[in-house]
């Protein structure tokens, strides 16, 4: 495009071989001996796309989950002072989550920092070990495997994290960084180690001829670009992504996004995007979980959890996102004020761990804590008072389903429908207005 | 105002003689630094001017020079290992080349900034309270101690701190994030500026705490009637704030104007490319997200001509080679004079309404027609 050593990384790729469609699958053939330069040399990424631009990521809605998370739980034990450390309590920072991610698509994860989102990101990575619940992949429960039985997986699972200045080994070159990989999982000769670098280099859009530079000599950026590149060595199926553009500047943002839109749309690569900009993470999720105090409160496709949440901090945490094209017509929207800061998780309110900063919480919400309950075809919510923004009801909807009364109270008459909490969505659901389970 | 500093507030005397005029001047202001690789030109030729009870808004991406800019106003960049040249004028003062003693004066009394990290900006050995006090009696040397911690905590109340009286004597570290930022705005308006520069106040802050302090210092600019400098690269933030824009790129002003007619009529590339590289929590999900191709350039070897035509899409839309050998000037836009911008197109408003809104928002295009 120019010869302006600024946009040097920007190069077009070389023709590298035919981008035939049937080339998609991957082969990780059984003797997990794979032809690696192949693989990479059959697909042609986009990267002149940088320019043109890409639309939202679509759902597929019949795609198969490739990791499904159920009830999840990480406590963390608080240590008393003294000689004698003794356990004093836990932060639970994830407390019963349940997912899908599926295959080849995207789930954003987003919440306010401390809400568990990145923890949920590190335990799925196995960088932590959960305290309970279970994470199915390829048929094995990763929660309960060990570190020795988990090796293998991690080719198929990888990460790629915040913070490119930390992330990189200043010490070590491009080079080794993206071909550490490859050596500790003993895939490639080590001659050829170089070649795949290379290749893989060129994929994010980098100059393979830089390989053998310094994580130093590379812009934000450029450094992201060789996160992602680490991440892509071993052909991941599954991406877990923290926060990978906040640390990026707004241009720069935009190209790193759309890098990981054509790598997932080529390698068919599933994301589980974890971010706290709800409009990246609107745009490159078509499904979005929405987490509070270690919870999921809300989770549903894009249009749905967008244009109309039902759970209050949704609500809130959307509103309070600033609207470019919005203030620029001259409308403010009005937004909704959370008052305080999330409380301790140390000590979570009892109930509804919202309730103290909720404008709608009743005796109710102190007393039982509300089901993730699925209230539409792609839509799950938690609360007692869902409902549209203005539209809340007046009285609690699950007390029917909870065998309780109104102010939360057992009432004995009706006794409790049990309440399906797992990672998917069930062909029946709740219906708001009629209190009854309906379908499509 | 700077001879004798009384407890009353001085700044306010001079607020009501100078009323209507801006309050902070600044006029070709360039500043660089020289390094081992020769001078890095951090700002280069910047004119802006702020009034009382206004806002503008800075956004430009990192190395702009929007933060150099703004330092330069509070006379933070060394004498020694900077040159600074051009004038700013702080409520009639000249700012460049005043002694540190005197600068001293105006630091925290007439001008204070906000920093974007509140837990590196403060003390972490220091009780907020003594912190908050400390700023008080700087410039109010008869104030007792009794009198400056009650201000402290009056200022703590002010900016929504629950339980100021307790928290008063908490260390930062005892404060979240957003009470941090809280407490950083509080030492900032303590002694009441007339100009408070706020450089990325929310940037590392969750969206609903940084809803809650944009309207804290939106709140707070009605109630002092301040002018207020927001420095930020989120145009959301711009959007909500500001009532002047100045976009910066490679530090030069690119772009300037009201923020409505920057927002919905940009003349300059880099300005649409800034807009076109946000998602936007709204929009219809055909918008496309397009990146501004390549990466800021190095100050030490600024791009010939216009800085920013290696990265721009447009120039073949100009006759010649004038975007690569030719700086455009900072010329009024087409139709409307208070609209600076620095572009070498002929009919940017034209180009923008029929090729880049289409893309970056296709609902826009509907409603407009």
């Known amino acids: 495009m120019t010869n302006d050593p600024n946009v040097e990384a920007q190069i077009e790729p070389t023709e590298v071989g035919a981008n035939s469609a049937e080339t998609g699958e991957r082969d990780l053939s059984a003797d997990g001996v794979e032809e690696p330069h192949d693989f990479y040399a059959d697909h042609e990424v986009q990267i002149a796309s940088d320019y043109e631009g890409h639309v939202a990521s679509r759902l597929d809605p019949n795609a198969e989950p490739v990791l499904e998370v159920e009830d999840l739980k990480m406590y963390f034990p608080v240590k008393s002072s003294g000689l004698i450390r003794r356990t004093i309590g836990h932060v639970q920072a994830v407390d019963g989550v349940s997912f899908q991610v599926p295959r080849g698509g995207s789930l954003g994860l987003v919440g306010e920092s401390g809400c568990g989102k990145s923890t949920t990101g590190r335990l799925i990575t196995r960088l932590y070990e959960p305290t309970g619940g279970s994470m199915m992949f390829e048929g094995r429960d990763l929660a309960k495997v060990s570190q020795r039985e988990m090796k293998p997986y991690r080719r198929e699972l990888q990460m790629i994290f915040q913070d490119p200045y930390t992330s990189l080994n200043p010490r070590h070159t491009v080079g080794s960084i993206v071909g550490a990989p490859l050596a500790v999982h003993n895939i490639v000769p080590k001659n050829k180690i170089l070649g795949r670098v290379q290749e893989l280099l060129e994929v994010v859009g980098l100059n393979p001829e830089h390989y053998n530079r310094y994580p130093n000599e590379f812009s934000g950026g450029q450094r992201q670009r060789i996160g992602i590149a680490r991440a892509l060595t071993l052909n991941p199926k599954l991406l877990v992504a923290d926060e990978p553009v906040s640390a990026l500047d707004v241009s720069i943002q935009a190209q790193v996004v759309n890098l990981l839109q054509d790598l997932q749309k080529e390698f068919d690569i599933a994301f589980l995007f974890i971010a706290h900009d709800l409009a990246i993470v609107r745009h490159f999720c078509p499904e979005v979980a929405v987490m509070y105090l270690g919870k999921i409160v809300e989770i549903a496709d894009r249009e749905t959890l967008y244009g109309r949440p039902h759970h209050p901090y949704t609500q809130a945490l959307i509103s309070a996102v600033p609207d470019v094209k919005q203030a620029a017509i001259g409308g403010r929207r009005e937004r909704i004020r959370l008052e305080g800061d999330v409380p301790s998780p140390i000590n979570p309110p009892s109930g509804c761990r919202f309730r103290t900063r909720c404008s709608y919480a009743q005796e109710i919400c102190a007393k039982v804590e509300p089901p993730l309950l699925q209230i539409g075809k792609r839509h799950k919510v938690a609360c007692h008072f869902a409902g549209e923004l203005g539209a809340h009801p007046a009285t609690p909807v699950t007390t029917e389903l909870l065998g309780v009364d109104d102010q939360g109270n057992a009432t004995g008459t009706t006794s409790p429908t049990p309440v399906t909490t797992g990672p998917g969505y069930e062909n029946e659901w709740f219906d708001l207005k009629t209190k009854q389970l309906t379908s499509a | ?369």
């Open chain 2, 1 to 369: 105002m700077t001879s004798t500093v009384s407890s009353s507030d001085p700044g306010q005397a001079a607020r009501s003689e100078r009323s209507g005029g801006p309050i902070l001047e600044v006029e070709d202001l360039t500043v660089s630094f020289p390094t081992q690789d020769g001078p890095v030109s951090a700002v280069q030729g910047l004119s802006y001017s702020v009034e009382m009870g206004k806002t503008l808004g800075i956004v430009g991406e990192s190395g702009s020079g929007k933060s150099v800019s703004s330092m330069a106003v509070l006379g933070l960049h060394d004498a020694k290992s900077s040159t600074i040249t051009g004038s700013i004028r702080v409520d009639g003062t000249e700012v460049v080349g005043l002694s540190e003693a005197r600068m001293r004066k105006l630091r925290g009394n007439t001008v204070s900034m906000i920093f974007q990290d509140a837990l590196a900006a403060l003390h972490p050995f220091y009780k907020i309270g003594a912190q908050l006090a400390e700023a008080y009696q700087v410039h109010h040397p008869s104030a007792s101690d009794r009198d400056a911690r009650r201000k402290a905590i009056e200022m703590l109340d002010r900016v929504g701190i629950p339980q100021p009286d307790r928290r008063v004597d908490d260390f930062p570290h005892q404060f979240s994030g957003g009470m941090r930022q809280r407490a950083m705005i509080a030492m900032g308006l303590i002694n009441d500026p007339s100009l408070l520069i706020a450089d990325e106040p929310t940037t590392a802050l969750d969206v609903t705490v940084q809803a809650q302090i944009l309207d804290l210092l939106q709140d707070l600019q009605r109630e002092f009637n301040s002018a207020v400098i927001i420095i930020t690269h989120d145009l959301g933030v711009i959007a909500e704030m500001a009532d002047d824009v100045l976009v910066m790129y490679a530090g030069r002003c690119v772009e300037y104007g009201t923020t409505k007619e920057i927002l919905t009529h940009p003349e300059m590339p880099y300005t649409w490319g800034l807009l076109s590289s946000i998602p936007d929590v709204q929009a219809s999900t055909d918008a496309r997200l397009i990146p501004i191709p390549g990466n800021p350039p190095s100050l030490l070897s600024p791009p010939s001509g216009c800085s920013f035509h290696p990265r721009c899409s447009f120039t073949d839309k100009v006759p010649g080679n004038l975007c690569s050998e030719k700086l455009p000037a900072l010329t009024p836009a087409a139709s409307r004079v208070e609209h600076l911008k620095r572009c070498h197109l002929a009919n940017p408003d034209a180009i923008y309404q029929a090729e880049v809104l289409p893309e970056i928002a296709p609902e826009l295009v509907e409603e407009n027609r």
